[in-house]
């Protein structure tokens, strides 16, 4: 990597934590005008699957998939499904930021995930950092379960989902382009979402019933895909640019654009116990991040003193 391209990656990730956090005040600003959860979820679908089709044809991307592809994408597609439901559930009623700090346990979560999935190597000092992550939520969570009742567990849901959803991504990252990857699970996910939507059409459940749009309600749902789309291009090609380690503690900014908006907004700013909580959740993340960073250091530093074969 040149210090050019890895200048370009972290350009990049941090247009990304600057545009991610205009997703999720859209979505609550669509949620808080009556516009029904699940419709929310689905736009996203909607709008990210017309927005990425011309990218894919303008790059030449294959628009079929294979069998076993076609099975992962839908997968993947599942998991991102639900975790934005859960999400957008909470921040119906939630700050932004708050759910959002919750939400950051998401490595924690995969990494233990790796551990007994895919046998990744998870030394006590990280299993540590995962305890006082979680530890971290909890001041996060306490607050908000005494103010807004079991809805503040639907981020940490997010954050199981994310998981399951990341874990997916890394077993097809390896064969499947970045860009091809976010266009089917776009139209596998809006498949996903359309019988739920139809079923309940007229059923008067308030999570999932339709209504239609009025105002600047298409505004937002236009923004939800829209934002989820652009977002998710400038991480793509971040991670394109630069190494994932060198991208992965500028992720945690994220929670500072969702603090100024969310007070910008809607008013909200946390109290004194989520800021405690947001610390040690961003602390616990850079830990773990930086015994990575060794970690990987120690297994090239391995590899280069093993002789090679005569």
Known sequence: MTRDTTLQGILLM?????????????AKLAAENGVPVGQVTAARFVVQTALMLPVMIVMRLALRLSGRALAYTALRALFLLVSTFAFVSGIQVMPIADALAIVFVEPFILLILG????GDQVGPRRIAAC?????GALFVIQPSLAAFGLVALWPLATAFLFAFYMLVTRAISAWM?????????SWTGLLLCLPVMVLADGSGLPALDPIWPEGWNWLWLFGVGFWAAVSHMCMTYALKFAPSATLAPLHYSEIVTAVILGYLIFGDFPNRLTWVGI????????????RERRTAKSKTASLTLVPEEP
Request: proline share 5%.
């Open 115 to 118: 551990r007994f999935l895919f």
């Open 14 to 26: 941090l247009a990304f934590c600057v545009i991610a956090p205009l997703l999720d005040v859209s």
């Open 177 to 185: 382009h970045p860009v091809t990857m976010q266009f089917h699970t």
């Open 131 to 135: 305890v006082v992550g979680f530890v």
């Open 279 to 290: 610390a040690i959740i961003v602390s616990s993340g850079l830990y773990i991040i930086h």
